[in-house]
T-cell receptor, first 112, second 115 residues
Framework: QKEVEQNSGPLSVPEGAIASLNCTYS??????FFWYRQYSGKSPELIMS????GDKEDGRFTAQLNKASQYVSLLIRDSQPSDSATYLC????????????FGRGTSLIVHP | SAVISQKPSRDICQRGTSLTIQCQVD?????MFWYRQQPGQSLTLIAT?????????ESGFVIDKFPISRPNLTFSTLTVSNMSPEDSSIYLC????????????FGEGSWLTVV
């Protein structure tokens, strides 16, 4: 049973702070990792993907992957109230498997 | 990426009726996926739809309740049959976009409320 675990939150941070979202996964063979943002009443939208150990930066977002420890995280710098949403971690075993396993999501609240 | 259009975006349905959700993609894709997201919950995969073959259903979902069609590489439908209030949910069509490194993209979703 492949599992992806996230703290459901809510994680509350002040505007301008760094929000840190964490995700652990059980399948050691996992190869592809994704973060999605889902606003209330909307469908998930892709923020970032990461495939190799280390950091990947895109604007205010940084994804971090540590395969040895089986965790992936998302950092949001200079958090804005518009970042308030649920963040879903998804893990894909790869190797021809196209079906990711999603975590339950972490609710982030950025307060002014 | 891929542009995915779903219809209807929202509907209120009577108990016992059936509703078909359509999903159109702007490019040819091998597999399409149908997810359900019940209020306050995460995504649950209903089935994977391959063009030209029967859909593969996940545990807890059956073809009689959720028949799926996949007539070509850009289109799929999901029918929610004999609906009950427990079927009130968001239904999401998703695809793995070509040459995207196994990245899944979602349609806008279909919000169904069964009364």
């Amino acid at each position: 049973q492949k599992e992806v675990e996230q703290n459901s939150g809510p994680l509350s941070v002040p505007e301008g702070a760094i929000a840190s979202l964490n995700c652990t996964y059980s399948d050691r063979g996992s190869q592809s990792f994704f973060w999605y943002r889902q606003y209330s009443g909307k469908s998930p939208e892709l923020i970032m993907s990461i495939y190799s150990n280390g950091d990947k930066e895109d604007g205010r977002f940084t994804a971090q992957l540590n395969k040895a420890s089986q965790y992936v995280s998302l950092l949001i710098r200079d958090s804005q109230p518009s970042d308030s949403a649920t963040y879903l971690c998804a893990v894909n075993q790869g190797g021809g498997s196209y079906i990711p396993t999603f975590g339950r999501g972490t609710s982030l609240i950025v307060h002014p | 990426s891929a542009v995915i259009s779903q219809k209807p975006s929202r509907d209120i349905c009577q108990r016992g009726t059936s509703l078909t959700i359509q999903c159109q993609v702007d490019s040819q894709v091998t597999m399409m996926f149908w997810y359900r997201q019940q209020p306050g919950q995460s995504l649950t995969l209903i089935a994977t739809a391959n063009q030209g073959s029967e859909a593969t259903y996940e545990s807890g979902f059956v073809i009689d309740k959720f028949p799926i069609s996949r007539p070509n590489l850009t289109f799929s439908t999901l029918t929610v049959s004999n609906m009950s209030p427990e079927d009130s949910s968001i239904y999401l069509c998703s695809v793995e976009a070509p040459n995207s490194g196994n990245t899944i993209y979602f349609g806008e979703g279909s919000w169904l409320t069964v009364v």
